[in-house]
């Protein structure tokens, strides 16, 4: 008797969920608290700004922290599988970037590039915070561009983060994505219409 095809597909391992989750709690904490502390008027009317900043600051250590802990402790494997796949980018991702509808691996294009974005802008979110709290605490660390950069760096994330939640929970053909990074699991059908060659590899490791 030939075996039923699976309703569901394993997307996400508890420690990716654990690690999307952590950072995006951090980024909302700080992404709010960032905003009271460059709106001047927001700062006011809340009127507890070295309150707000001590929120921002122990909240970027913490956000780093618990990313180490979570690789440290966590299933290394699972994360490096995600992360050379994310490094994969071929044929397929950039017709999809031209709009033609080409079969997608377990991520695609846009979801690889918002990933290299995210990374690049939590090290720079870093570096130039760093800089900043340094600053107020010897001259030296001073630079003109720094809260420049630091205010861009918020202004882009804001919209990016705007997209993605539209994309995560409104969105129709999207949303059913977010059951992945809650529930580890997506439905088989939905998973063979959005990212084909995952799909395809998946069911074949089931069959082995």
Same mark, same amino acid.
């Given at each position: 008797?030939?075996?039923?095809?699976?309703?569901?597909?394993?997307?996400?391992?508890?420690?990716?969920?654990?690690?999307?989750?952590?950072?995006?709690?951090?980024?909302?904490?700080?992404?709010?608290?960032?905003?009271?502390?460059?709106?001047?008027?927001?700062?006011?009317?809340?009127?507890?700004?070295?309150?707000?900043?001590?929120?921002?600051?122990?909240? &970027?250590? !913490?956000? *780093?922290? =618990?990313? @180490?802990?979570? %690789?440290?402790?966590?299933?290394?494997?699972?994360?490096? $599988?995600?992360?050379?796949?994310?490094?994969?980018?071929?044929?397929?991702?950039?017709?999809?970037?031209?709009?033609?509808?080409?079969?997608?691996?377990?991520?695609?294009?846009?979801?690889?590039?918002?990933? &290299?974005? !995210?990374? *690049?802008? =939590?090290? @720079?979110?870093? %570096?130039?915070?760093?800089?900043?709290?340094?600053?107020? $605490?010897?001259?030296?660390?001073?630079?003109?561009?720094?809260?420049?950069?630091?205010?861009?760096?918020?202004?882009?994330?804001?919209?990016?983060?705007?997209?993605?939640?539209?994309?995560?929970?409104?969105?129709?053909? !999207?949303?059913?994505?977010?059951?992945?990074?809650?529930?580890?699991?997506?439905?088989?059908?939905?998973?063979? $219409?959005?990212?084909?060659?995952?799909?395809?590899?998946?069911?074949?490791?089931?069959?082995?």
């Amino acid at each position: 008797m030939a075996t039923a095809e699976p309703l569901r597909l394993r997307r996400f391992t508890r420690t990716e969920r654990t690690l999307h989750w952590v950072h995006a709690t951090a980024f909302l904490v700080l992404l709010a608290s960032g905003l009271a502390l460059y709106l001047p008027s927001l700062a006011q009317l809340l009127g507890r700004r070295p309150l707000l900043k001590d929120i921002h600051v122990y909240t &970027a250590v !913490t956000w *780093a922290a =618990a990313i @180490l802990v979570v %690789v440290l402790f966590g299933d290394r494997h699972s994360l490096r $599988r995600t992360m050379r796949e994310m490094d994969v980018f071929d044929r397929d991702d950039r017709d999809w970037l031209r709009g033609r509808k080409t079969p997608q691996g377990k991520f695609n294009a846009g979801q690889k590039l918002n990933a &290299a974005i !995210t990374a *690049a802008f =939590a090290v @720079l979110f870093a %570096v130039t915070g760093t800089l900043l709290w340094l600053g107020e $605490r010897d001259t030296r660390y001073r630079f003109a561009q720094t809260l420049l950069i630091h205010d861009w760096l918020t202004q882009i994330s804001l919209l990016l983060f705007l997209g993605h939640l539209y994309l995560a929970v409104i969105h129709p053909k !999207t949303r059913h994505a977010l059951n992945g990074m809650t529930r580890g699991w997506v439905d088989a059908e939905w998973a063979d $219409r959005r990212h084909e060659k995952w799909s395809r590899e998946v069911r074949k490791a089931d069959r082995v």
